[in-house]
């Protein structure tokens, strides 16, 4: 592919491809062919601009998990907090950085080229949490999308839940069923827990061997 097609942008009101097209000087993500465009789509793309154009989480210490990421501002229910651009890798080189193995991958020479999307540098610092008050959205192209699942507090950590479905209906709402997500957690990702739910239930659990005993 030559420099000159790799150079082309989309607009995002009527998808035409050209070289010249005009970036939105609030996100500095999306393309429009000229103002008419922009004012076509702007009622689905200012939630987006917004966003990107005012960060509203910080990266901060926690006390079990290293960083995460915290809300700066309070949202709503199914308000988007951020919209990032996904990073894509080669097999190959994840082969390279010796992180294929923990994903049950193995090189060949079929798929050394493929490639796969993995978060950003903000997505990339959110913790896990088996309720989680937060899901990513993974769309067709190369962003990734955070939702607020529920409301969430100015201060509040913002998590994921890691091993769960595209969608923010996944729930743990039982010990039952959070013990079956942590063994998933274990074998797919080496993660133990520790989020506020796992260490209760653990206490639980303890509490209830040592009445039995």
């Known amino acids: 592919m030559g420099d000159s097609t790799r150079s082309l942008q989309t607009c995002a009101a009527c998808h035409r491809q050209c070289s010249k097209l005009l970036l939105c000087g609030q996100c500095k993500l999306a393309y429009f062919c000229n103002a008419a465009c922009q004012r076509h789509v702007w009622k689905a793309h200012k ?5 990107v ?3 509203c989480v910080d990266m901060r210490k926690t006390e079990r998990c290293g960083n995460g990421l915290f809300a700066t501002k309070a949202f709503h229910r199914g308000e988007l907090i951020v919209m990032e651009k996904a990073q894509f890798v080669t097999f190959k080189e994840l082969a390279r950085q010796n992180r294929l193995s923990q994903f049950g ?3 060949t020479a ?3 080229s493929e490639t796969v999307a993995v978060h950003g540098p903000i997505l990339s610092i959110l913790n896990h949490s088996c309720i989680p008050n937060a899901w990513v959205k993974r769309e067709a192209g190369p962003y990734r999308k955070l939702y607020a699942r529920r409301d969430i507090q100015v201060g509040e950590e913002i998590c994921t839940f890691y091993d ?3 969608t923010p209906d996944e729930e743990c709402a039982t010990i039952e069923s959070r013990i079956a997500k942590r063994a998933s957690l274990r074998d797919r990702f080496g993660l133990d827990c520790l989020c506020l739910h796992c260490q209760m239930d653990v206490a639980l659990i303890d509490e209830s061997a040592t009445t039995m005993n």
């Open 53 to 55: 154009a005012n960060p």
């Open 164 to 166: 769960g479905a595209d």
């Open 110 to 112: 079929s798929n050394a």
């Open 47 to 51: 939630p987006v601009c917004v966003a």
């Open 105 to 107: 991958y193995t090189l």
